[in-house]
């Protein structure tokens, strides 16, 4: 099994009443509550954190994209994964990624990739979303309707600007383009290995299973919720008659080690209702436009996670009133000793065949000294206990390491410079 | 008022409500539907042919599989005025049937020889922002993603043109 830290990377100074004053967290959040030192403050700690998780033991480390989010602060993930390929050498750098449909031309995407491989020495993960519908519909003005087909042709461009040897045309519904010859070209070949985050849908999943890509499904309630969703993605994988290799797939889990569950209580149960009651305001308008839900998914009955919470009726009160304890009973939260988070975690692993974790160590307001704490406590004694389940399995959907002359570390220190 | 299916050379077929006698009136329906029983309607045809086309999508989401666009919205309206025969007629559109009015009327001037818009949706202006009904929450909402889910949830998946259930036609 590998392991991955993942930052949202969160606005963490929202106000207590936020949930009472504003309508959503995301999209239309006011900018008044945003302080650009409180932002100076968070970049600078959370790059640290994603560099100590690579300094601990952890095999990836994850950042992704959104817009107008107060819950994530990375419209550009890509300038963190530069951030971070200069800082870090040997863990694996998941960009997850970006929404294709948003870039035009889409190869702007395979450029800036291949600079990050290059740079990297070859440590990139491409992750390639297609957007939740407030980044994609009402951030960046994408129909809905279109989305998917246009996420698609994108795709198809990218794979092919990164394979073909010559400069080739491109004549797609929604990109045409006579000259297509990106340079730099990614180090590994044939291409980075390409990661598909998404909630659910019918098409991700082909999508995925016809070209080779990992599907991760990052979920913010837990496994036990996660279970139909991977249910269905490995029936999906049953019906392309491919075998259930547990490193195919990825999973979002947030979890709190601690020496005792009282003290993950004390520790955590605050930055965990930050995240569930603050982070996840969404207004209920923004979740589901019409369209973009395609109708294979929708008579499969699969509902997008921050629908679920946003629609149904009496959700959003419930999730005002969320205490630690029900974060817990109902899974969401991972959270105990070192013994206890193992234990779950190898029941996920066997219900959910899950060969990447993506963990969440770091959520809501989180302080760095127990973001640091909870890292250290997951990597020593919480991975050794883990790291030889599916071990039986070959890993095709992660960088290979590739020993490099060149080191990631600054060739020339600060103070020989000035 | 009477209701057939008109069938277009590209194959797609379209219910179109039709009423009344003189001269001829193509009225574009809003987010509700055609209500035949409308007595804005009604009152036309003592005076007017009315004819109501059904807009792609009300009736089946697959007549949608070929419309990604509001032009391409306006080409299937130009073939279906042109299966319709109408040579000379006023459009008339309400809300959102008042946004296809004025897309056909800027596509095709030649075609209508008067324009209404009735509470037009999509004209924009910055100072009076129309409201954006694609972020109406659908537990709120009758309309858009709300009646797609609920028709989808009630035929299992199954979707076919079916008449508009009644109580889409009034307002609650």
């Known amino acids: 099994m590998k392991f991955h830290f993942f930052h949202l990377m969160p606005y963490p100074e929202l106000p207590a009443d936020f949930r009472e004053k504003n309508r959503s967290v995301w999209v239309d959040v006011p900018s008044s509550l945003f302080d650009p030192a409180v932002g100076y403050r968070a970049y600078n700690e959370y790059l640290d954190e994603l560099e100590y998780a690579a300094s601990v033991g952890f095999d990836g480390i994850c950042v992704n994209e959104h817009h107008q989010n107060a819950y994530g602060l990375m419209p550009s993930p890509n300038l963190m994964a530069a951030a971070l390929a200069r800082r870090t050498s040997g863990v694996k750098l998941i960009l997850m990624g970006n929404s294709v449909a948003l870039y035009n031309p889409p190869t702007r995407v395979a450029e800036e990739m291949a600079m990050l491989d290059v740079m990297s020495g070859g440590r990139l993960v491409a992750g390639f979303p297609v957007g939740t519908p407030m980044d994609t519909t009402f951030c960046y003005g994408q129909s809905p309707a279109t989305l998917r087909e246009k996420y698609r042709e994108g795709v198809d461009l990218i794979l092919r600007a990164w394979r073909e040897p010559d400069v080739f045309s491109f004549n797609g519904k929604y990109t045409q383009l006579r000259y297509v010859n990106i340079w730099p070209r990614p180090m590994q070949k044939p291409r980075p290995p390409v990661w598909v985050p998404g909630g659910a849908s019918v098409e991700t999943w082909d999508l995925c299973l016809e070209n080779d890509f990992l599907y991760a499904n990052l979920s913010y309630f837990g496994y036990q919720e996660g279970q139909k969703i991977m249910d269905l993605f490995w029936n999906a994988v049953d019906r392309h008659q491919l075998p259930h290799n547990p490193y195919r797939a990825g999973f979002l889990q947030f979890i709190a080690v601690a020496n005792d569950d009282a003290e993950a209580e004390r520790l955590y149960a605050e930055p965990a209702l930050y995240f569930y009651q603050r982070c996840l305001h969404v207004y209920a308008g923004f979740v589901n436009p019409p369209g973009y839900m395609s109708m294979a998914t929708l008579k499969a009955g699969i509902e997008g996670q921050v629908a679920r919470i946003t629609n149904r009726a009496g959700a959003r009160a419930e999730m005002a009133t969320l205490s630690w304890k029900d974060l817990i009973e109902r899974g969401y939260l991972v959270a105990g000793s070192p013994a206890t988070v193992a234990d779950r975690i190898n029941d996920m692993a066997d219900k959910l065949n899950v060969g990447h974790l993506m963990t969440l160590l770091h959520f809501g307001n989180m302080s760095k000294e127990t973001t640091m704490y909870n890292t250290r406590m997951f990597a020593e004694k919480v991975i050794p206990r883990l790291r030889s389940r599916f071990s039986e399995w070959d890993d095709n959907w992660f960088p290979r390491d590739v020993p490099l002359q060149a080191s990631a570390a600054p060739a020339i220190s600060p103070a020989a410079v000035s | ?172």
Do not use: C
């Not at chain 2, 792609?56 to 005025?81: C, K, M, R, T, V």
């Not at chain 2, 007629?89 to 946004?99: D, T, V």
């Not at chain 2, 596509?107 to 202006?125: I, M, T």
């Open chain 2, 1 to 172: 008022m009477k209701d057939e299916i008109v069938s277009l050379p590209s194959g797609r077929r379209w219910q179109v409500y039709s009423g009344g006698a003189g001269p001829q009136i193509l009225w574009l329906h809003g987010l509700r539907g055609v209500d035949p029983d409308d007595p804005l309607l009604a009152a036309l045809q003592t005076r007017y042919r009315v004819t109501a086309p059904v807009a792609p999508g009300f009736n089946d989401l697959d007549e949608l599989s070929q419309i990604d666009n509001i032009h391409e919205l306006a080409l299937d309206y130009d073939d279906l005025i042109g299966a319709l025969g109408l040579k000379s007629f006023s459009l008339i559109g309400h809300s959102f049937g008042a946004m296809i009015a004025a897309e056909i009327a800027a596509h095709f001037p030649k075609a209508p020889e008067r324009l209404v818009l009735l509470a037009p949706f999509g004209l924009w202006n910055d100072a009076y922002p129309v409201a954006d009904i694609f972020a109406m929450p659908y537990t709120q909402s009758t309309t858009s993603s709300g009646m797609i889910r609920r028709r989808a949830s009630a035929s299992r998946g199954r979707l076919r043109p079916t008449p508009m259930p009644r109580s889409w036609r009034r307002r609650p």
